[in-house]
T-cell receptor, first 114, second 120 residues
Framework: KQEVTQIPAALSVPEGENLVLNCSFT??????LQWFRQDPGKGLTSLLL?????REQTSGRLNASLDKSSGRSTLYIAASQPGDSATYLC?????????????FGQGTILTVHP | NAGVMQNPRHLVRRRGQEARLRCSPM?????VYWYRQLPEEGLKFMVY????????ESGMPKERFSAEFPKEGPSILRIQQVVRGDSAAYFC??????????????????FGAGTRLSVL
């Protein structure tokens, strides 16, 4: 059974800092990994999807890396801003498939203060 | 292009009543997923549907919960005889059908804003 863990559970940083969020998964037979952002009382916004054949994926100030063999992914946020404050979730599809149900981590609650 | 639409956004029910949650997928998407987020817990998968078909319901509670995605109209998640423990945020996501070489797809799931169910 796939389990996804995110560390840290919460993170508070001053504006401008670069930061790293961590995600680990127990079953390395994944086709892809997705990072989401969830704002309070809102739905999820997909930030990045990284395929198993990729090692990195970038979008603006965000960079996600994937190391399948070690069961880890990191989300790097450069030059953080107060608007980045949200809960960040990583998720992987069920083992052996590229689609279907996602297993989510518990999330990292990020607060960026001015 | 409208995103995934869920309604109602907030739903209050008394114990024993029925709750119906609706989800309209993005245009062109024929796959719908329901997830539940209990207070202080992460998102948990409930059910995965195609039009007129349940693909995976491994996350659905055995009793009182059902889901459908008819040929016409939105997907419905139905909870009968609600109890306080059903209070949660229920999220729907949609995706296009799997495509690409060897059936590998990007599986980007687009989420709705959720329905927050409160059971009194």
């Amino acid at each position: 059974k796939q389990e996804v863990t995110q560390i840290p559970a919460a993170l508070s940083v001053p504006e401008g800092e670069n930061l790293v969020l961590n995600c680990s998964f127990t079953d390395s037979a994944i086709y892809n990994l997705q990072w989401f952002r969830q704002d309070p009382g809102k739905g999820l916004t997909s930030l990045l999807l990284i395929q198993s054949s990729q090692r990195e994926q970038t979008s603006g100030r965000l960079n996600a890396s994937l190391d399948k063999s070690s069961g880890r992914s990191t989300l790097y946020i450069a030059a953080s801003q107060p608007g980045d404050s949200a809960t960040y979730l990583c998720a992987v599809p069920a083992g052996g498939t590229s689609y279907g149900k996602l297993t989510f981590g518990q999330g990292t609650i990020l607060t960026v203060h001015p | 292009n409208a995103g995934v639409m869920q309604n109602p956004r907030h739903l209050v029910r008394r114990r024993g009543q029925e709750a119906r949650l609706r989800c309209s997928p993005m245009k062109g998407h024929s796959h719908v997923y329901w997830y539940r987020q209990l207070p202080e817990e992460g998102l948990k998968f409930m059910v995965y549907l195609q039009k007129e078909n349940i693909i995976d319901e491994s996350g659905m509670p055995k009793e009182r919960f059902s889901a459908e995605f008819p040929k016409e109209g939105p997907s419905i998640l139905r909870i009968q005889q609600v109890v306080r423990g059903d209070s949660a945020a229920y999220f729907c996501a949609s995706s296009p059908p799997p495509t690409g070489a060897h059936g590998v797809a990007k599986n980007i799931q687009y989420f709705g804003a959720g329905t927050r169910l409160s059971v009194l």
